[in-house]
T-cell receptor, first 115, second 111 residues
Framework: EAGVAQSPRYKIIEKRQSVAFWCNPISGHATLYWYQQILGQGPKLLIQFQNNGVVDDSQLPKDRFSAERLKGVDSTLKIQPAKLEDSAVYLC?????????????FGPGTRLTVL | EDKVVQSPLSLVVHEGDTVTLNCSYEVTNFRSLLWYKQEKKAPTFLFMLTSSGIEKKSGRLSSILDKKELFSILNITATQTGDSAVYLCAVGVYNNNDMRFGAGTRLTVKP
């Protein structure tokens, strides 16, 4: 079974630039999550999708972050404009079950460095 | 505010040692506690605990939950260098679409 795929694996940008991350979940997984993991901290949930609908985005900084999952499969997370404090690993996870309290399958992440 | 606290933050042991990692939590409407192992970047699932006092075991790893004292432990016996990783504890709650992670315990196993 193929795992969660993410790209790019690494990205370096200047502050105020824009960046987008892509995630392809495990086939058949209806629930998709985006996390931000700052160095030395645990992952922080940004947004949760159920199929192509947003279940919860209360921790997403909506002034600069946006995410979509148009056809209920792939998802993109965008930051525009980026700030220095956005430097982190962005993890995508998926699950066949609804509810963030269940087991999730994580992708390899994208390491973002904002200079 | 919901809190998940892991201890110790880091640990260095030698192969063959036994280690115990701790996770304490303060959340409302507790639903589950999960342990993940994070090597490089992607966390991989180890255990999910929902009931007190029932040990979950997988090879040399085991974990148990105490819902009265609000903590869980992860034990690793006969450690190997391949156990070196960050171990993350996460707590999920009912009626809340969030999974709160602790900061993790970085385990280093030396040959």
């Amino acid at each position: 079974e193929a795992g969660v795929a993410q790209s790019p694996r690494y990205k370096i940008i200047e502050k105020r630039q824009s960046v987008a991350f892509w995630c392809n979940p495990i086939s058949g997984h209806a629930t998709l999550y985006w996390y931000q993991q700052i160095l030395g901290q645990g992952p922080k949930l940004l947004i949760q999708f159920q199929n192509n609908g947003v279940v919860d985005d209360s921790q997403l900084p909506k002034d600069r972050f946006s995410a979509e999952r148009l056809k209920g499969v792939d998802s993109t997370l965008k930051i525009q404009p980026a700030k220095l404090e956005d430097s982190a690993v962005y993890l995508c996870a998926s699950s066949p079950l609804r509810g963030a309290y269940n087991e999730q399958f994580f992708g390899p992440g994208t390491r973002l460095t904002v200079l | 505010e919901d809190k998940v606290v892991q201890s110790p933050l880091s640990l260095v042991v030698h192969e063959g040692d036994t280690v115990t990692l701790n996770c304490s939590y303060e959340v409302t409407n507790f639903r589950s506690l999960l342990w993940y192992k994070q090597e490089k970047k992607a966390p991989t699932f180890l255990f999910m605990l929902t009931s007190s006092g029932i040990e979950k075991k997988s090879g040399r790893l085991s974990s148990i939950l105490d819902k009265k004292e609000l903590f869980s432990i992860l034990n690793i016996t006969a450690t190997q260098t391949g156990d070196s990783a960050v171990y993350l504890c996460a707590v999920g709650v009912y009626n809340n679409n969030d999974m709160r992670f602790g900061a993790g315990t970085r385990l280093t196993v030396k040959p």
